[in-house]
């Protein structure tokens, strides 16, 4: 039946059953004549606009020349950081002269030589350093999202139930905004999962244990969740259209303003 959970799988001519009315009626729903809503876990959320995401930020950059620029041009990152770090060391020896010279006229370009000097060649030096170190935060995080994925993989291909890495993979992967949709996850120990608003459409987990994960407002269309252990799971706002729900254990789960349309919940 549309919209309805059943929880459990079909034992013996009495199986019991538990009915979940859907959570939201109609008129609630978000997207009217069939519309599906937005992919990656961007659905307007209550109480206010969620922050963009890594993966959203790095969109906007790329539409930028001059992040384009900063990305592809480390000579052009370093020019910036010591323009950036010269720049402050001068407000920074200005200030220091007039306030030694009471404020008066002309302080400003006074002793001006005085900034060359060893000390502040080693000032200069370590501020720049600071400057291209903030500059280069979203190539380390890009290098940070690389090294996830492969180490994501690895624990998949090693086989094994429940391995620390794959958790934090997945987290931080889904914290970025990048999508884990298609994943095989199939069998794997995932509880107490920490990812919400992700993009996981036709993430297979049949089998999987999320008992305790926070998915709230999490993508999951088109999943396989058959016999997933989502005990105790926080599926607030999540998209389940199409899902399959055969024998997922739900017990506890908070499904309030679920999406469900579509969803196979039929005991297998």
């Known amino acids: 039946m549309r919209g309805v959970i059943l929880l459990g799988r079909q034992h013996g001519p009495n199986p019991p059953i538990a009915a979940m009315p859907r959570q939201h009626t109609r008129g609630q729903r978000p997207q009217t004549g069939g519309q599906r809503p937005q992919t ?25 020349h001059l992040f384009r620029l900063l990305d592809g041009s480390f000579a052009f990152r370093l020019a910036l950081a010591a323009g950036s770090a010269l720049a402050l060391l001068l407000v920074v020896n200005s200030y220091a002269t007039c306030r030694n010279q009471n404020w008066s006229e002309g302080c400003l370009f006074r002793d001006a030589e005085a900034l060359i000097s060893v000390g502040n060649v080693e000032s200069l030096s370590i501020v720049t350093a600071a400057f291209l170190y903030l500059l280069e935060g979203h190539k380390r995080r890009q290098r940070e999202n690389l090294e996830a994925y492969e180490l994501l993989q690895t624990c998949n291909a ?42 996981w459409q036709e993430v297979n987990l049949e089998n999987s244990v999320l008992s305790g994960a926070n998915l709230t407002g999490t993508d999951l269309r088109g999943a396989n969740l058959r016999g997933c252990d989502l005990r105790g799971a926080n599926l607030r706002d999540a998209i389940l259209e199409g899902a399959d729900l055969t024998g997922a254990q739900l017990e506890g789960a908070d499904l309030s303003g679920t999406l469900l349309d579509a969803a196979s919940t039929h005991p297998g």
């Open 40 to 64: 990656g876990g961007q659905r307007p959320q209550k109480g206010g606009q969620r922050p963009p995401t890594w993966a959203q930020r790095q969109q906007r950059r790329h539409d930028s």
């Open 158 to 199: 090693s086989g094994a139930r429940w391995l620390i890495g794959r958790i934090h993979a997945l987290e931080s992967l889904s914290s970025a905004g990048l999508s884990l949709a298609g994943q095989q996850l199939a069998g794997f120990d995932l509880h107490n999962l920490q990812a919400p608003h992700g993009d």
